[in-house]
């Protein structure tokens, strides 16, 4: 489904990713781990489109297509969804006319029409209690004044209305609570099957616990410097990451 | 022979043409000799430092219409809100159309000016009202120098008028140039409500220059809701003047939308004569190409107790240009009152400009008053963030922006208006969503 090919990408000139190879495929759950500033969220970014975002090398080939040259849109259209690790607060959009504009934009790509008022409204309301969402926030402005785990759940709410192929989970689990953690993780592992797949980008092995991943990549500095089973991610809980760091200067 | 030498030797041959009530014969004579003096504003002026009215007075402006034009509804149906019953009052070049109109007598009187300077039974309202708000200015007094036509509206006392009111100017554009100058008498006694929306409209590419006098008086406990909508073609400018006299508790709101035309400046003035009244005033300009959008507005604070409200959004793209200059003055008298005021621009080109001037005048030492003012872009990250949900680029700049101007059309109060200017919003932003937000 998706194959990243010795990717390099710079902002401001200043190179992050200096050579990711990672390939994902249908129904399967990958995370990728690292300390702090080592390319995590730059690789989310650039595989969902970022203009910032320059990539100097390489290339990100998904369903069979190179999609470097394809706007953020055209990306979401052929199915890559990016849940953000700072979802942005649009003061004066609804929740419901946000989701409503981008399933119709979509369709839109697809050559289909606007989705029924009906049809859209019973499936807004059956992801909603899918992620225990109160129906009160789905009027509310988009992020606007929302909880830190209520802004991961809302993300985690467009991406079941949106179905995604790919869905990549930046940081998804930062600010959530135990309770919350377990009621996206839950959305997520529902809305998974044999024909996406997830792309799970954290810190800590916290919510892979809840999310069990079929690979754990390690990204350093730009690379990614080991890949292993779900119990790599255990053993960079216990150890921490200064051994991969040792490992790779050595 | 510039237009102004021409317009103070067409007065006389005007004067000529219509009935002599004498008083307001005194009043126009007044008002061309004040005309005269003072002359078109130049940018030397404090208050015109950002506008210059030179591209648009340079034309061979006709000053009278030469004959009488019509127009089929069909074709102008569009800038009617059609989906509604209402009162109309429509001009076609300056003069009253009856089959476009629909006016009454019925309890409220909703007609023309030119029956209300003329005939004995308005003489008293005439008396009381006509230009008793209106400036000395010279725009406004060559307005009044010459007026003879526009909206007369009188709501008697405890009146709810459940029909909005559309006042609509069109020019034909059957000169090469035309000058416009209508005139707006709106008196709303103790106790009543009325809606009035108003709109001019060219039907040509022709230049035409509107130079627009409307005077309302909201007497004691008066509800008075005022829309504007402009959205002129290119060669259309517009000088919009409004005078708004409030007495105790009266409470008197204007929406200017302002998305057409080549150049239009709004002076829009708020005296309050009593206690416990409000004022409101509120904008959306959205304009490009090299359009040009002034706000220039006034309230004075005169009596204790009394409160106004500013909000005017502004999105400014390619080389157009926006002003924003907000006075407020609160006299000595006027303890405990409550003035806010904000302007807030998102310039979406690099060649754009705004220039945003606060003006607070407090003479009192009990106020609450406040004014903010921001000029910024467009969210790049509430752009990506859209973008990767499958929102493309132009459509997820309209929903930004239309959010953006959504405080302002939220209190709208008719919905097939503020559905009216949303299409207007979506047309200009050429995108086809429906922002039911």
Redesign the interface.
Same mark, same amino acid.
Request: net charge negative.
């Given at each position: 489904m998706l194959k990243i090919n010795n990717l390099h990408a710079s902002v401001e000139d200043k190179g992050i990713l200096k050579g990711i190879n990672l390939e994902v495929k249908a129904g399967e759950v990958h995370a990728i781990m690292g300390p702090n500033g080592s390319g995590k969220s730059t690789l989310a970014s650039v595989i969902?489109?970022?203009?910032e975002y320059e990539v100097t090398d390489g290339n990100i080939i998904f369903e069979g297509e190179d999609i470097e040259e394809l706007?953020?849109?055209e990306?979401?259209?052929k199915g890559v969804?990016?849940s953000?690790q700072y979802?942005?607060?649009?003061?004066?959009?609804?929740v419901t006319?946000?989701?409503?504009?981008? +399933?119709?934009?979509?369709r839109k790509?697809k050559g289909l029409g606007d989705m029924p008022a009906k049809d859209m409204l019973k499936l807004i309301r059956e992801k909603a209690d899918l992620l225990e969402m109160d129906r009160k926030f789905l009027s509310r402005?988009l992020n606007e004044g929302f909880s830190g785990g209520e802004k991961k759940r809302n993300e985690i709410f467009?991406m079941a209305m949106?179905e995604p192929k790919l869905a990549i989970l930046d940081e998804t689990d930062s600010g959530l609570d135990i309770d919350a953690l377990r009621i996206v993780a839950n959305g997520v592992n529902k809305l998974k099957s044999k024909d996406n797949a997830v792309v799970v980008i954290t810190h800590y092995q916290r919510l892979l616990d809840y999310i069990v991943p079929d690979f754990v990549h390690v990204l350093y500095n730009g690379k990614i410097v080991k890949s292993g089973g779900k119990e790599l991610a255990h053993e960079l809980e216990e150890k921490g990451y200064d051994w991969i760091k040792e490992e790779v200067n050595a | 022979m510039d237009l102004k030498e021409k317009l103070v030797s067409s007065f006389l041959a005007f004067e000529n043409n219509v009935d002599l009530d004498t008083q307001i014969h005194d009043i126009r004579n007044e008002a061309i000799k004040t005309f005269e003096e003072k002359g078109f504003p130049s940018k030397k002026e404090e208050a015109w430092k950002y506008t210059s009215l030179n591209r648009i007075l340079k034309e061979d402006y006709s000053v009278f219409p030469k004959h009488e034009n019509t127009i089929d509804y069909k074709d102008v149906k569009k800038y009617f809100i059609h989906d509604i019953d209402s009162y109309k009052v429509i001009f076609i070049d300056g003069k009253y159309s009856s089959y476009l109109s629909e006016t009454t007598h019925d309890g409220i009187d909703v007609c023309l000016m030119s029956a209300a300077l003329t005939k004995p039974k308005y003489r008293l309202v005439i008396e009381n009202y006509f230009n008793k708000a209106a400036t000395k200015d010279s725009l406004p007094s060559l307005n009044t120098a010459f007026s003879q036509e526009g909206a007369y509206i009188h709501i008697p006392k405890n009146k709810l008028v459940s029909k909005p009111i559309q006042i609509i100017h069109f020019s034909t554009g059957s000169e090469a140039a035309t000058l416009s100058q209508p005139r707006n008498l709106i008196v709303v006694d103790e106790n009543s409500h009325v809606q009035i929306i108003e709109r001019h409209q060219s039907l040509t590419d022709n230049p035409v220059l509107t130079n627009s006098v409307t005077e309302i008086f909201a007497n004691k406990r008066a509800i008075v809701d005022y829309y504007k909508i402009q959205n002129d073609n290119s060669n259309a400018s517009l000088i919009d003047n409004t005078f708004i006299k409030q007495k105790r508790e009266s409470v008197a709101s204007v929406h200017t939308f302002s998305f057409g035309g080549k150049l239009i400046r709004n002076n829009l003035n708020f005296y309050q004569n009593g206690e416990r009244i409000d004022s409101i005033l509120k904008g959306v300009t959205i304009i490009g190409e090299k359009q040009h959008v002034d706000h220039n507005t006034l309230v004075h604070h005169i009596e204790p107790n009394c409160e106004s409200h500013q909000d005017y959004k502004g999105i400014f793209g390619d080389s157009s240009t926006g002003v924003f200059n907000g006075k407020i003055i609160v006299d000595k008298e006027a303890q405990k009152t409550n003035a806010f005021q904000s302007n807030n621009n998102i310039l979406v080109s690099d060649k754009a400009t705004i220039n945003s001037k606060p003006q607070l005048e407090i003479f009192a030492d009990d106020v609450k008053c406040s004014h903010g003012c921001t000029i910024g872009q467009l969210?790049e990250?509430?752009m990506?963030?859209?973008?990767?949900?499958? +929102?493309?680029?132009k459509?997820?700049k309209a929903?930004?922006m239309?959010?953006?101007s959504?405080?302002v059309l939220s209190s709208v109060k008719i919905p097939e208006m503020k559905q009216r200017i949303t299409k207007i919003i979506a047309n200009k932003l050429g995108v086809n +969503?429906?922002?039911?937000?």
């Open positions: 969902a489109g970022k203009e706007a953020a849109e990306r979401a259209h969804f990016l953000f979802p942005v607060e649009i003061p004066g959009v609804s006319n946000f989701i409503k504009t981008a +399933i119709n934009e979509s790509a402005s467009q949106l | 969210d990250s509430a990506f963030y859209m973008q990767s949900r499958g +929102i493309p680029e459509e997820a929903l930004l239309y959010a953006f959504n405080n +969503i429906g922002f039911d937000l």
